[in-house]
């Protein structure tokens, strides 16, 4: 911190009157160092550990009091099923109940009125990935006629992300360093670190279309959970020192 200091000095000179006292103001003038500024994303890859995917019924009749009475009849064996499969109640999240009007459109015709279609999803959140196969399939045999997915994450990330920040501290600090030896200075001090919140994270997404071939009955759905990306983005402030 270099201090600079400017003296004032005023004399007023008046009939009958002395001279004004000496007036001094302190003026302090920061000499700061440069300052680097980093956003450094990481990712680690994993397996995964928990899926999610979307299954339900859809039925149509010629009332919407009838669609409903038989979508809410095998919506509920469905359910049922899954949850003596071992799915825990908190792990099952109705997605969506939809009741919609159907028309017959043919050219040169005014639409035909044939009835009520309800639809009603669920998503299931699977905790034992080995078991995904035999859900999807059980779920096809209790009557499911929707069915999306499957969308791997994973569940609990705090290891990895907790490397993914290990990993971003080491680059910052390396990346800090090399600029501040461009510049002639020989080390960095931290000044502020954050962490940008995504969003997306490894929470479940929407679960995607699945191929009707992956459900089939005959035997349990292919499935390949492979690996995911789990992304940290940390903030850093760097003041070059000598």
Do not use: C, W
């Not at 980093?38 to 928990?50: G, K, N, Y």
């Amino acid at each position: 911190m270099k201090t600079v200091r400017y003296a004032l000095a005023g004399l007023a000179m008046m009939a009958g009157t002395a001279p004004q006292a000496l007036m001094a103001a302190e003026v302090q003038v920061a000499a700061q160092a440069p300052v680097v500024s980093l956003s450094v994303t990481e990712e680690v890859r994993s397996a995964p550990d928990a899926a999610s995917f979307s299954t339900g019924v859809t039925t149509q009749a010629p009332t919407a009091t009838e669609a409903l009475r038989q979508n809410s009849a095998q919506m509920s064996a469905l359910i049922e099923r899954i949850k003596k499969l071992g799915v825990a109640d908190k792990d099952i999240q109705t997605s969506g109940i939809n009741l919609n009007a159907q028309y017959d459109y043919q050219q040169n015709q005014p639409p035909r009125f044939t009835g009520y279609q309800v639809s009603n999803n669920v998503t299931v959140t699977v905790r034992d990935i080995d078991r995904l196969g035999e859900l999807l399939d059980q779920v096809v045999q209790a009557g499911s006629n929707n069915l999306s997915g499957p969308n791997f994450f994973i569940d609990d990330d705090v290891a990895v992300k907790a490397e993914a920040r290990q990993r971003a501290v080491e680059h910052a600090m390396a990346q800090a360093r090399e600029y501040a030896r461009n510049f002639g200075y020989s080390d960095v001090r931290l000044l502020t670190v954050s962490e940008s919140v995504d969003g997306g994270g490894n929470y479940p997404q929407p679960p995607r279309p699945m191929a009707k071939r992956m459900v089939s009955a005959e035997a349990k759905a292919p499935v390949q959970p492979g690996e995911i990306g789990t992304n940290v983005t940390v903030n850093f402030e760097f003041a070059m020192v000598q």
